[in-house]
């Protein structure tokens, strides 16, 4: 199957005038039932693992393996979906061959892998497409927003996976918008008590805000739907997130960096009272697209910046906000977060963002807060074990007069 034979051309798409977009497949994504009754669960069991299996096998004839990892090994697991999943080495075979500069065309191979898999019925093995989410954004919309879109081949097969996606999220709100209800801080609750008493009002109307617009359906990534086409992706993204692994969060933190930019003079001279050491942050910053050739400093391409528009924002801001709060995640994960919400701090400020000014100024309020605690108690805890060990001075023992 090529990508192509089920593309609408798009004259808006900016890489070049071959780039078209996927018409997803009639969705299989709804769980298979038995009409004759309840399925037996082991029979159902091996039907995933035989799925998975038959999926990674396929992937191991399209992405070569080295001579110390092989794919196909994953298959022997008895979770092999979960295998893959959490597998550092395939990974890292895999985003090589995304980053390959004539990937994501419509006849590429490993798009069309990720396509079939997330159009299963089987949820781990869409957890996997969804893990290599933010590696494949980045590189589409570093080639989709680079100066030089000439040389820039189809990107058909990346858009093909992130309509699936977004077709997928779609279907599932059933044209309904995500709604969030805004507590009334004038009436008490579990926690907190207002200081001053509210008039009682019957039938108060709630406070009822709308998280996402209902999603309409799309057919092809045109350029004025392709920043709610990621985002909606990102939102089907952060509602797993427990589930992903530590690569791909730090891939996304990463991303999110060098997307708000690099060379914004902003990042070094704003005030993050006392959040950051300045010349550390402008160093990690800098780890993320500068290498040092015969002395000098060159800019390594990474990523370009690109244009963060809300619909795009709000979801990474959701993605960064569990990046460097969740109690779970490793510390490598939370400094690379807090490294991206600075960027987008600074991105923010410069571009006057109201909406991502606040948010990601509360963020970087709440890590600072996580970390001052953090260092508050592993200095007790050395206190204290500095304490237990110090040697105590033997008492003399009490001599008691008595008068006779």
Known sequence: MDFSTHHHHSTNSPSSSSTSSCTPHPMTTGTTTNSGGDQDPMQSW????????????????????????????LADSDRPALSLLSSPEAYSLLSTSLSNPSSGSG?????????????????????????????????????VHSNDTSSIPSLAGFEAVILAIYTAEAKSRAGKPLLVHIPDLSQPSLYHVPRHKAPIRDSKPAGIGILSPPLEPQIAVKSTKRASIIGTAFECYYKHISHMPTWSKLEFCKSTAVWAGQDCCCQSKLDFDGIVDIDDFVDKVGNLGIIEQNGKTDMEVKGVRIPLPWELLQPVLR????????????QDVKDMA??????LYARASHDLIPQAIIGTRSLIQLDKRERAAAKATATAAVNASSNANTPSKAKKPEILLVSK
């Open 46 to 73: 091996w039907e995933s693992v035989s799925k998975a299996r038959s999926r990674i096998l396929s992937l191991s004839s399209i992405v070569s393996s080295t001579s110390s990892f092989c794919i196909s090994s």
């Open 107 to 143: 006849s590429d191979p490993l798009c069309h892998w990720l396509y079939d898999t997330y159009l299963s019925s089987d949820s781990h093995l869409r957890l996997i497409v969804l893990s290599f989410l933010p590696l494949l954004s980045s590189i589409y919309l570093s080639r």
């Open 319 to 330: 993605i960064l906000g569990h990046c460097l709060l969740g109690p779970l995640n490793s």
């Open 338 to 343: 807090s490294v991206a919400v600075k960027c």
